[in-house]
């Protein structure tokens, strides 16, 4: 042989399956006319597979000059259909294969293929007359077998089958009978599987209208049985050089129980169109992408004529996505409903609604490739952001009497820092007024634990203000920017730490008052409204104080409010009205806890599929 063999056969089935030893011995059989297949497995024991032993005889014409010259050869084939590599499977997993072949009546010719196989060491000689070819491979090469199955007659059968359907099928209509026997002899115990013409359907034919080929034509051949429910099985495939390539266009949720589906997908235009292990089909995407929409509407068709009730259940499938993704209506594709999975049908949809998205997003010069990988870095994005707001939570529920005001401080925002809308994306992280309410990310600036005169300063743009500590744990402005000349909301919060006394408590009311003197003597004819917030840790004697002037709200948590006049001028004499909210820390925490889980179960439900 003209090839090293362990070079080749790492670089050509360096992803295999121990099946394909038997499928690739059954096809060489077949090729040589055989219509009696022997495999006769040994092994000690399951866990002892170094002594598993596999032997596959044939009747067919043997290793002809011709097809000995051909099998020493790589790639020494005369059609497409043939990849003149097949035997190199058994090298994958045996170190010794040794043939014995009788050929032209007369002839006997005995060889050992290995990696160091030389055709010059083939041995002829004369003998009486007889038929076919045994192949014994010995010397299993891996530490452990991948799966007992694949020693078991009634799998090997199964598979066998699948893997042959379309040429069993031809051979079957030309009148010839196929008897391919499996024998085991394992753990002392012998098992017998014979596969006839009897297990091999009868299809019924239909033509597919397919605009892939001028030429060629495509007929898609199909049986289907009524089996009990634990028989259920359905195979789709494309007929490849007589053997078959199964396709995905049917999820294994969605087969319907009781039945025995094949459908078999025939035309001259897949010929050689193949890897060289004929395990994946080698033809470009958009035509692949073609077979598989043509072939799954057919089989969809044929499946709802020949089972009714499938149609029945495709749906209500598609009414329950509509209801749970409403957002979605429009975007499902009615004719994969039932066929593809559930989660592939809602993946396309959400494809499809991203895309229909794309000029919301500011993304349509981006190419398809460019927008996905940006939507996956966008749903990273938002991912990370919500998980860091649930732990922003989770820490706020741990806090106790031992952290200190500046501790908490810092839990809502970074101290001693202004935060700018136009900055919003970099401050994500170090500015959690969300806390508070959602309606507050729409903020023109947030002021943590800064001067009130800087907050002055931004409301009027003045930069003759004259210094003022004063500092309000939290301000706020939202809704508008007050260089537009719209009105404007202000909101202050005053933060205090757990466990102090009810007099620190309460002096929080009289710091709302301050921040709301200075406000409204300013600004009462351009801010619309000020929300003043005292956010304390509540407990029976801050409560019983609250419950003489303050009104309780309410509500899921705890809080307390009430209206007073606050005079921002004495010449003239100016009252204003204003309202302060005393809140309670764990009715913020609960709150915020609140509006945050219907993202974090969404998330959830995500890595549940």
Sequence with gaps: ??????????????????????????????????????????????????????RISDNGEGFTEERYRKFSNLFDVDEDSHKGLGRLIFLCYFDKIDVISYFEQTKKREFCFTESF???????????????????????????LRSNTFIQPIYLKQKILEEFYSRLFQLKKKGQEIRISITAEIDDRKIVEVLTNDDIPVFEVVELDCQI????????????????PSQTSLIAAVSVDNRTV????????????????????????????????????????????????????????IIEEKIPQVKDRNRETSNNLVNRFPHLAGYFNAETIGYISKADVLKKAQEQFFKAQKELLEANQLTDEQYEKSLEFSARALTEYILFRQMTIEKLKKTSRANSEAELHRLFATMKTQFHKANIENDLYRNNAWLLDDKYMTYETVLSDVEMGNLIEFITSDDQMPRDDNRPDIALVFSNNPETGNFFDVVIVELKKRGISLEENMKTVTQLEKRARKLMKYYKDRIQRIWYYGIIEFNEDVELHLSGEF??????????????NVVISKNPDIKLPIGIFIWDIDAVVTDADARNSAFLRLIKSKFLQ
């Design 551 to 564: 009104q309780e709200l309410y509500s899921s948590g705890k809080m307390y409010y009430k209206e007073t």
């Design 213 to 228: 080929s001028l030429i060629d034509k495509f007929f898609l051949h199909y049986s289907i049985e009524e089996v009990p």
């Design 246 to 301: 199964k396709v995905d266009i049917i999820a294994d949720e969605n087969k319907p129980d009781g039945y025995r589906m094949v459908f078999l997908l025939y035309s001259d235009w897949f010929i050689g169109k193949v890897d060289s292990s004929r395990q994946s089909l080698v033809i470009p995407d958009i035509d692949l992408q073609k077979i598989h929409y043509h072939f799954r509407k057919k089989v969809a068709s």
């Design 118 to 144: 030389d055709e010059k060491d083939s041995k002829t000689t004369k003998v009486e007359p007889n038929i076919g070819t045994t192949f014994k491979m010995s010397g299993y090469t891996l530490s452990k």
């Design 1 to 54: 042989m003209k090839v090293k063999l362990g070079q080749a056969v790492k670089k050509f089935f360096g992803n295999s399956s121990f099946e394909m030893v038997y499928f690739e011995a059954i096809a060489n059989s077949l090729d040589a006319g055989s219509n009696a297949i022997d495999i006769c497995i040994t092994a000690k024991a399951y866990n002892q597979p170094e002594t598993i032993e596999v």
